[in-house]
């Protein structure tokens, strides 16, 4: 026999009882190096939905830090003793401030409690930076006491780590303390107290603004920095573009609240607070508390494509509210004219130079003072983002006409609305064509059965149009918006129609990227996590899979057996990695059932070494959790070949990456 592993294989699957199919071969023709694959091909997008930012990828743990969340003030804070909420702080954009003042009796404390996001995450040995702008507007110096407290023990003493900062003068000043918990909670809470010099409580007056507390360890030790469990996530994803920050967040529910990215930089405490359109949208998951800081603005993230290795692609309003929430409401948007769009055209001109420029240039010289004198190196921006219909249109020419004279080597993308197919989308490629986009972003959450039917999508577009960028997708199964192994498997199918035609599709992104287990308005996601932990989905699995294997040119390949369209079946892609110098198959099994399949290479007289990464979705509903994240992961394995071949049995509902070196002689 030619081949006897795969017979042992398949003699050892029909004694554990499998039920023996077709073997299907997977030819790659190794000689016909086809299209570069993009760089930018997997990548990620991030929204401020779910609690991503604030209270999630942002390590701040302080909500309302700056006292402006509204109507109420004091949202997110318990009050003890006399304080007033002040309007007229030391930070033009965000006024208010608290004046805490003696109680008036010996024995009742003035000060605040911060309950944090779903509670204050500290970890046992860690340190955390509090810090505060305070002044004493009278009389004599004050000690603020700075306490973690477990406000659910049984315990003699609530606080479990304690800091002092004495507070004097007049003038506004920031004082800043480490405090290092001697346990672990998920939620714990921020007392600030205020006492005299002398121990004493409610003898004095103190001010105090933007409250804030941080873990020392951010990701690469920035201040004002991100949760490095979760960026590390991203990084070892390699993403090739980063898609931020949004969504329907930048068009806002209205356009006075939507994303605006000037408001984002500078001092953070200086920096807006907004509303976050994902607040109350939905009625059976609404959070009165969520708002935007903007302590993660445009500078960082940035910074933060700069330093996972992704192309930066920000996204800026077109001049429109969220089309969803305003239903062919024309009002709702800024006029189509050239004049009254010209404020929205200009963020997009300043963004670049922000981005861009030179450090002495007027929004270079903004970067450059925020520690960025070289530039971000931007290639790609995104104006609109699920845009559709005649509202769109009418104003992105605008846009295009005047970013292209300044800015030729930008390229720009073009939303084709929020559906895969249909009148809107037909029309939203149409437009985007005829006005010169280079990349038209498509977005589809689609049950399973989309994505069987699209697992050839791309294999007819126009190759002479824009690119493709499938900016936003998810299958969320048959209605089933929850996480599960079942749904991902069908991400994995389709992604070898995107990597098949790396020659039109520039770029992917999952949707949404975060969501934080208590604070989620909207499922699947790609990372959940709590104030402690988080976990990878299967669909990080997937998604990551690619991105690790993405290669350097796609490989013809074909198969033997094919899948009548819309069934389950085996489903692949080759490309060649011109750094590893390696083979790179993949390969989908959607069925149920294991399906022996043998990678014949083409044009290769001898294989080397076959090292095999599979993710086994055959639990279906299976999925990691906080309390199990490592349930469904990549595993590792190595394969013998035989010749140019390599045979295996690809279990039911299982992707697997073959990485085959060429011989060594
Ligand atoms: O990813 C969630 C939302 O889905 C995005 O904000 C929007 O673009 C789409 O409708």
Redo the contacts with the bound molecule.
């Keep these: 026999m030619k081949r006897p592993f795969l017979m042992m294989l398949l003699w050892m699957a029909g004694t554990i009882g499998m039920t023996a199919a077709q073997e299907n071969v997977i030819t790659v023709q190794t000689a016909r190096k086809g299209a570069p694959i993009s760089a930018t091909m997997y990548g990620i997008?991030y929204?401020d939905?779910n609690f991503a930012a604030d209270g999630g990828m942002y390590a701040e743990m302080v909500k309302n830090r700056s006292f402006e969340y509204t109507p109420d003030a004091l949202m997110g804070w318990n009050t003890l003793g006399r304080l007033e909420v002040r309007n007229d702080g030391p930070f033009a954009r965000n006024p208010k401030y608290v004046r805490l003042s003696a109680s008036g009796h010996v024995e009742q404390l003035t000060g605040l409690e911060n309950e944090g996001f779903f509670g204050i995450g500290v970890k046992e040995g860690e340190d955390y930076r509090f810090s505060v702008w305070a002044r004493i507007p009278e009389g004599k110096p004050q000690v603020l006491k700075v306490q973690l407290v477990n406000p659910s023990t049984m315990e003699e003493h609530q606080q479990f780590a304690e800091a002092r900062i004495k507070v004097e003068g007049s003038e506004w000043k920031q004082y800043e303390t480490v405090i290092r918990s001697p346990r672990t909670l998920g939620k714990a809470r921020l007392r600030v107290l205020l006492y005299d010099e002398n121990g004493r409580t409610g003898t004095g007056v103190c001010d105090v603004e933007h409250v804030s507390l941080f873990p020392v360890k951010t990701w690469k030790g920035h201040r004002n920095g991100l949760r490095s469990d979760i960026v590390q996530a991203l990084y070892d994803m390699r993403p090739g573009v980063f898609r931020f920050p949004?969504?329907?967040?930048v068009e806002g529910a209205t356009l006075d609240t939507r994303y605006d990215w000037k408001k984002t930089l500078g001092p953070v405490e200086n920096r807006p607070t907004n509303i976050n359109r994902w607040r109350d949208c939905f009625p059976q998951r609404c959070f009165p508390d969520y708002f935007q800081s903007y302590g993660m603005g445009f500078y960082e993230l940035f910074q933060l494509s700069e330093e996972i290795g992704a192309e930066p692609l920000p996204v800026l309003n077109v001049g429109m509210a969220c089309q969803?929430q305003n239903w062919e409401q024309e009002g709702a948007h800024v006029p189509a004219n050239a004049a009254a769009l010209d404020p929205y055209i200009q963020d997009c001109l300043d963004l670049i130079e922000f981005a861009n420029g030179p450090a002495d240039s007027q929004w270079g010289k903004v970067r450059a003072e925020m520690g960025h004198p070289e530039p971000f190196h931007l290639k790609y921006i995104a104006v609109g983002?699920?845009q559709w219909g005649r509202f769109y249109f009418d104003r992105l020419k605008f846009f295009v006409e005047k970013i292209r004279a300044a800015y030729p080597e930008i390229k720009i993308v073009g939303s084709s609305g929020?559906g895969p197919d249909g009148k809107d989308f037909e029309d939203g490629w149409k437009a985007m064509t005829d006005l010169g986009a280079d990349l038209v972003d498509e977005?589809f959450?689609r049950p399973i059965q989309w994505f069987l039917d699209n697992v050839n999508r791309y294999d007819n577009y126009d190759r002479k149009g824009p690119k493709v960028f499938a900016g936003?997708y998810a299958c969320h199964d048959n209605g089933r918006k929850w996480n599960h192994a079942g749904a991902s498997i069908y991400e994995a199918a389709f992604m070898t129609n995107l990597e098949r035609n790396a020659d039109i599709v520039e770029m992917a992104t999952y949707?949404?990227l975060l969501a934080h287990v208590e604070g989620w308005q909207?499922r699947p996601d790609m990372i959940w996590y709590d104030n402690l932990r988080m976990f990878k989905t299967s669909s990080y699995h997937v998604q990551a899979m690619y991105a690790c294997n993405r290669g350097t040119h796609v490989l013809p390949c074909s198969q033997s057996e094919v899948a009548p369209k819309g069934k389950d079946g085996v489903f692949s892609s080759a490309v060649w990695d011109e750094q590893a110098k390696e083979y790179v198959v993949k390969v989908v099994n959607t069925t149920a059932d294991p399906q022996p399949v043998c990678l014949r290479l083409e044009g290769c007289k001898k294989l080397g070494a076959v090292h095999t990464i599979t993710l086994d979705c055959s639990t279906f509903e299976g999925e990691n959790t906080l309390d199990n994240p490592n349930l469904i992961e990549p595993r590792h394995n190595f394969l013998a070949s035989e010749g140019n071949e390599v045979a295996d049995i690809v279990g039911g509902k299982q992707f697997v990456i073959y990485r085959i070196g060429k011989a060594s002689k």
Excluded at 246 to 249: E, N, V
Aim: hydrophobic content about 30%; some cysteine.
């Design positions: 997008f929204e939905i949004g969504g329907c967040i969803y983002n699920e929020p977005h959450y936003e949707a949404p909207w």
